[in-house]
């Protein structure tokens, strides 16, 4: 089994990628990071993202098709859990979570973890 994680070089991604190396330590398994930035990130990025995470992982680059939640939907296909970050919102924005994040949450075969950056 395995943990996925939806990864943006945002800071809600960046939060996202450090609690699912957390999960995937306490569950002993494998962290699958699937690459979920509208342009792929760069490599330098990536690998500055991922240094130093104590758990094995591996990263799955953006499909051709560009659709952030159905990656991570299809990655999720016999995975323990999904780590996606949230960005924070106003009062109003609270009443609706992000498209991608709404179709993760509901549609994918595992549990869905949320998680939210450090506030400023």
Known sequence: MTVVVGFAGTDEGRAALA???QEAA???TSLLVVDTA???TPEPEMAAALEGLAVEHRV???GP???AAEEVIAA???ADLVVIGLRR???VGKLILGANATRIL???PCPVMTVKPAAP
């Open 76 to 78: 999720a296909e016999g």
């Open 65 to 67: 098709v560009r659709d």
């Open 19 to 21: 609690r699912a190396a």
């Open 106 to 108: 509901l549609e994918a």
């Open 38 to 40: 509208r342009e792929p």
């Open 60 to 62: 799955l680059p953006p």
């Open 89 to 91: 919102r106003s009062s």
């Open 26 to 28: 306490l569950r002993g």
